[in-house]
T-cell receptor, first 114, second 116 residues
Framework: AQSVAQPEDQVNVAEGNPLTVKCTYSVSGNPYLFWYVQYPNRGLQFLLKYITGDNLVKGSYGFEAEFNKSQTSFHLKKPSALVSDSALYFCAVRDSPGFQKLVFGTGTRLLVSP | GAVVSQHPSRVICKSGTSVKIECRSLDFQATTMFWYRQFPKQSLMLMATSNEGSKATYEQGVEKDKFLINHASLTLSTLTVTSAHPEDSSFYIC????????????FGPGTRLTVL
């Protein structure tokens, strides 16, 4: 079965510094990978996805993610963090080929301090 | 584009009553919508997959007679929590699948259900 792991419950970073939120995956076949962000008491907002092509994917709000097949990772990055980036971030993988479900990681809370 | 709405955003009801939550894709058609439940400080738990014009597919452990799903049109799916009890209190989130590259799911803002 497809799965993703987010090894960090929380990531702390100072405003203006680069941030990385980690995600590793386990899939059979080609992975379809996604990053979503959730603000308090809100639904999830789509940030970016990797289907195929360039390993560096650019998304919304200045976020990008790097797909690394050899390390089975899909880390979310941003060159300069903002306080407003503080939120809960979820990595997800589409379930086995032919299935439409997403399998989510446990989430990583990002806290950006002023 | 790809906006999904949910109504209501918050509902409080008495134990034993039924509550209906609507999920709409505002600017695209969605043959497939999904219903999730999220407990505090936890990830999303998929409850069911809603397919337009056919019966929903429920995940293991989710009672289909308790959580009724109707996907009557390409832009609307409804979740009805029947005979709600306090343990049904939760944050319910829907998503709609935008067909195409990767079949991205776009999420609604969620509905906070509190059963007294």
């Amino acid at each position: 079965a497809q799965s993703v792991a987010q090894p960090e419950d929380q990531v702390n970073v100072a405003e203006g510094n680069p941030l990385t939120v980690k995600c590793t995956y386990s899939v059979s076949g080609n992975p379809y990978l996604f990053w979503y962000v959730q603000y308090p008491n809100r639904g999830l907002q789509f940030l970016l996805k990797y289907i195929t092509g360039d390993n560096l994917v650019k998304g919304s709000y200045g976020f990008e993610a790097e797909f690394n097949k050899s390390q089975t990772s899909f880390h979310l990055k941003k060159p300069s963090a903002l306080v407003s980036d503080s939120a809960l971030y979820f990595c997800a993988v589409r379930d086995s080929p032919g299935f439409q479900k997403l399998v989510f990681g446990t989430g990583t809370r990002l806290l950006v301090s002023p | 584009g790809a906006v999904v709405s949910q109504h209501p955003s918050r509902v409080i009801c008495k134990s034993g009553t039924s509550v209906k939550i609507e999920c709409r894709s505002l600017d695209f058609q969605a043959t497939t919508m999904f219903w999730y439940r999220q407990f505090p400080k936890q990830s999303l738990m998929l409850m069911a997959t809603s397919n337009e014009g056919s019966k929903a597919t429920y995940e293991q452990g989710v009672e289909k007679d308790k959580f009724l799903i109707n996907h009557a049109s390409l832009t609307l799916s409804t979740l009805t929590v029947t005979s709600a009890h306090p343990e049904d209190s939760s944050f319910y989130i829907c998503s709609a699948r935008l067909a195409g590259e990767g079949d991205t799911q776009y999420f609604g803002p969620g509905t906070r259900l509190t059963v007294l």
